[in-house]
């Protein structure tokens, strides 16, 4: 590479005397001279301009330098806030306090994950009582001296000696098995590596697993595409290279393959997934121990989803949105296990069926209604029985098992920190549910804040639901520092949840907003339908019509609106500040998709073709991405652009930085008026599932110090 990075020193403006706090302009501060390569790409006869093509080599010596340089300037110009340090005291006394994963009963024993405040990654414990004392089984903070080393998932054999336990290091999606025997808690020699998005499930003394052959380039394993993903079995006590190859398809190298395996280890189901909306849906009879060929399809249309989440019997049960855009519960036979076969157990509903748990008599259901959790309890037989009756709008999760009516149960909301219940589903005539263990967060009392939702109306008259959280006593006067969240895709759905560190904002006046617009799951797969490919731009309408709504409201104004969203969140707020650039004082896209014509060339991108469809497509498929896509459309005329704060991690194998990388120096050459545009970049840390706690609070302590310090904020 023919780059020379000069590395400036940021030049720190004072506060002035006679103001609250002094905004920092591009002419304060000096970019690096990011190199400028004479390269492009050629779509359907349209040249495309690539000058920064060069950084998605991101282990390059001249990305490595720019990265460097890069995060001297926004580590200078955040260390510079006045009250970043007094913000990150707040936080991490929010932040620490004991945090509890609901229990989960596994061979008579109840396990759950505990951390006692500041742990970087909680630690898994087990009683063999619900009174008994607490013993450690496996603490990850033991793995790394920096906590950045996650515990992913685990996993254990029915007759209860193993467990399996999956790690990912420094935030990538790769995954390292092992394996410990529970008696002893010693850990066994086994290792798998090299797999990722993997199920684990046991069969016998041994267990199947998702994986892709060994990366053949070297540095190249967090950026180059994944094929060829296959499900092997491996034995205890044996090497990887002896696991058996269970399941491959060759013919789609660029799709997914889980394995499920019901307690009773009767059959194996193997989804094949990452060509459409939905998958394909296969069961082998493992009793037989016959690989591949004797695979039965049995749901083929890819377009519909198919989830096995149980087995009694002959009997398999399937969560499913085939020809149910809203969900439904059907019921199959393995003698005849064909999906024309099924039958209908919990038909569709209104509502969006979301998650199904079986205890020993019954089906709990958990439904969404307008972006919120209400939980029905059923008879086995499908017929209603009671309602679980939730303390305000939220989210719920639970831990139930087919041996038991007693479950567990965790709720959070917006302003309710994660509660963990028990109860006796056969006993709900007599008993309500207990709180078994309720959350002290230090310095924050619930009956403070307000929560609300509204319903706005986007550009095509669809209405939207909207959360409001903001501290009792808010005048709506406009002038009110407002954070706007946005997702808008693959059919996930935002429900209110508990974060302590949104607290220092409430508490300064802020107004925290979650808009569920279209591409979401919120309304079942026609609202998500409806934010797809051609559809894309409804996203970016819904999100556009929220700030406006809030404007308009008074609940804030132009100066005083901030924008923030991840992964695809990260794309649409790329895609808003194009489109939209006055209507926002602070923008925070974090680890976005910001390349719509190349992203389906980096690791597992090519999955994300449902969603968007890519630029090889057609060509009308290709000028629409372009004529959105935020590297694409960055103005260079003098249009004043909002504050922006790009966040990205080295290790981020999901979205690989490259695309923050060239969003970022696009937008430091480009004309967009004087408010700083900065990037920061963090390391040893991926996507951000599994990142620890430490870094945690070091991200948002920077984003909440940049985000307040540009809409002024008076922090106190």
């Given amino acids: 590479m023919r780059t020379v990075i000069f590395i400036s020193l940021i030049l720190i403006s004072m506060l002035l005397a006679c103001t609250n706090q002094q905004k920092h302009k591009t002419e304060d501060i000096s970019y690096p001279n990011t190199e400028k390569a004479d390269s492009f790409r050629v779509y359907f006869g349209d040249t495309i301009a690539e000058p920064y093509a060069w950084l998605e080599d991101d282990t390059s010596a001249e990305t490595e330098a720019w990265v460097a340089a890069e995060n001297e300037v926004t580590e200078n110009y955040i260390a510079q806030i006045p009250f970043r340090e007094k913000l990150k005291k707040r936080l991490t006394k929010l932040v620490d306090y004991e945090k509890f994963g609901t229990p989960f009963v596994k061979n008579g024993k109840y396990y759950f994950f505990k951390n006692n405040g500041l742990q970087n990654q909680s630690v898994l414990y087990v009683k063999n009582t619900l009174d008994g004392e607490a013993q450690i089984v496996l603490d990850p903070n033991t793995l790394s001296d920096d906590g950045t080393v996650a515990l992913k998932s685990v996993d254990f054999s029915q007759d209860g000696q ?387 709504y809030l404007i308009s409201e008074k609940f804030t104004s132009k100066e005083k609106l901030a924008c923030i969203g991840g992964s695809n969140g990260g794309l649409l707020v790329g895609a808003v500040v194009n489109q939209r650039p006055d209507l926002w004082r602070v923008a925070i896209p974090e680890v976005g998709v910001m390349d719509m014509l190349r992203y389906h060339k980096f690791t597992i991108g090519w999955n994300w073709a449902s969603d968007y469809g890519t630029s090889e497509d057609s060509r009308e498929m290709y000028e629409y991405l372009k004529a959105y896509s935020p590297l694409h459309n960055i103005k260079n005329d003098g249009t004043p652009y909002p504050a922006i704060l790009v966040t990205t991690a080295d290790h981020d194998d999901r979205v690989v930085p490259a695309h923050s990388f060239k969003y970022a120096a696009q937008l430091q050459a480009s004309d967009t008026g004087d408010a700083p545009k900065l990037i920061r970049i963090d390391t040893k840390a991926g996507h951000g599932g599994g990142k620890p706690i430490a870094k945690v609070i070091d991200e948002w302590t920077d984003v909440w110090s940049f985000t307040m310090w540009e809409l002024g904020v008076d922090f106190k």
């Fill in 162 to 548: 193993y467990m399996s336990y999956a790690i990912s290091r420094s935030g990538s999606d790769w995954e390292e098995i092992y394996a410990m025997d529970l008696q002893s808690k010693k850990l066994l020699p086994d290792k798998i590596q090299w797999a990722k998005f993997s199920s684990v499930a046991w069969h016998g003394n041994g267990f199947y697993y998702s994986a892709y052959d060994a990366p053949t380039a070297k540095g190249k394993e967090f950026s180059n595409v994944n094929e060829n993903h296959k499900v092997y079995y491996h034995l205890i006590g044996t090497e990887q290279n002896q696991d058996k190859l269970f399941y491959a398809n060759a013919e789609f190298p660029k799709r997914f393959y889980h394995s499920f395996v019901p307690d009773d280890e009767q059959a194996v189901f193997i989804d094949e997934s990452g060509a459409n909306n939905g998958n394909r849906l296969f069961i082998i009879d493992s009793r037989s121990h016959t690989y591949n060929n004797r695979a039965v399809l049995i749901a083929s249309d890819d377009n519909y989803q198919y989830s096995v989440v149980e087995m009694i019997g002959d009997k398999f049960y399937v969560l499913t949105n085939y020809k149910a855009p809203k969900y439904r519960l059907m019921m199959g036979d393995i003698k005849n296990p064909q999906i024309e076969n099924w039958v209908d157990l919990i038909p569709e509903s209104e509502n969006v069926l979301v998650n199904l748990d079986f205890t020993q008599k019954n089906i709990i259901i958990t439904y969404d209604k307008d972006a919120s959790n209400f939980v029905k309890v059923y008879h086995l037989d499908g017929k209603p029985h009671f309602e679980i009756p939730l303390p305000t709008f939220g989210t719920v999760g639970f831990s139930a098992n087919r041996k038991s009516n007693e479950i567990f149960y965790s709720f959070n909301s917006f302003t309710f920190p994660n509660t963990i219940y028990k109860l006796n589903v056969e006993n709900y005539e007599k008993e309500v549910p207990q709180v078994y263990i309720e959350p002290k967060v230090a310095d924050f009392v619930p009956e403070n804040y307000v929560t609300e939702q509204h319903f706005y109306t986007s550009k095509d008259g669809t209405k939207i639901p909207l959360y409001l959280v903001y501290k009792k006593g808010l005048k709506k006067d406009g002038a009110n520092p407002t954070l706007l969240y946005g997702y808008g895709g693959f059919n996930i759905t935002y429900r209110p949840s508990f974060s302590p560190y949104r607290i220092p904002f409430l508490d300064n006046g802020g107004v925290y907003a979650i808009a569920n617009i279209r591409g979401g799951g919120e309304y079942g797969e026609e609202w998500h339908i409806a934010g797809t490919k051609m559809q894309k731009q409804n996203v970016f309408d819904d999100f556009i019509a929220a700030g406006e």
